[in-house]
């Protein structure tokens, strides 16, 4: 069954990087699309970034546009999410999701459980 | 970027009633909507796609409706395990966007 598990969230002070990973098991990870969606603490959901099954296009929320960074490595069933310039207001669990699509974007099937990157002085 | 606005914001409902939600777009956005449901502690779950196409290993309660800016998810006779908040979400443009969830609790 698909399986998506994150990683690397943890406390980063304002203005710091953080690099989330999400390992993909269970399908053929080259074949699909993947985003990132972010939830506050007791907030709603907000999608945040998606790219194509090859790394070819991207695509990212305007909050993050400029700071954050999508990226997969096929060869390693990995998703990245590489963010610099980190605020407060980026404080959030973070998850990655499958698209069953490969470059248009369907919806979002599968969710990992989320990492937490808290951002505090 | 389309705005989902959902109704009503919390719901406490006793077991086998129906709970009816709300999503309404700010534009249409055809039937590229989704319902997602999410309990304390867990990512959300996808229940519909696509407005009113079910899920393999959703429970046929839960069922979807709707088209163009006004949708509605209707879960048929509640069960105790369906407390949670439930997230409309829409993939018709950028940005993606979600509902603000409504929350329902059982009596």
């Known amino acids: 069954q698909v399986q998506l598990v994150e990683s690397g969230g943890g406390v980063v002070q304002p203005g710091g990087s953080l690099r989330l990973s999400c390992a993909a098991s269970g399908f053929t990870f080259s074949n699909h699309g993947m985003h990132w969606v972010r939830q506050a603490p007791g907030k709603g959901l907000e999608w945040v970034a998606f790219i194509w099954y090859d790394g070819s296009n991207k695509y990212s929320a305007d909050s993050v546009r400029g700071r954050f960074t999508i990226s997969r490595d096929n060869s390693k069933n990995t998703l990245y999410l590489q963010m610099n310039s980190l605020r407060a207001e980026d404080t959030a669990v973070y998850y990655c999701a499958q698209d069953p699509c490969s470059g248009n974007i369907c919806y979002l099937s599968q969710w990992g459980q989320g990492t937490l990157v808290t951002v505090s002085s | 970027e389309i705005v989902l606005t959902q109704s009503p914001d919390f719901q406490s409902v006793t077991p086998k009633e129906k709970v009816t939600i709300t999503c309404r777009a700010s534009q249409s956005i055809g039937s590229r909507l989704q319902w997602y449901q999410q309990k304390p502690d867990q990512s959300p779950k996808l229940l519909i796609k696509y407005a009113s196409q079910s899920i393999s290993g959703v429970p046929s309660r839960f069922t979807g409706s709707g088209s163009g800016t006004e949708f509605t998810l209707t879960i048929n006779s509640l069960e105790a395990e369906d407390a949670a908040t439930y997230y409309c979400?829409?993939?018709?443009?950028?940005?993606?966007?979600f509902g603000g969830g409504t929350k329902v609790e059982i009596k």
């Open positions: 979400h829409q993939s018709s443009s950028l940005p993606l966007t």
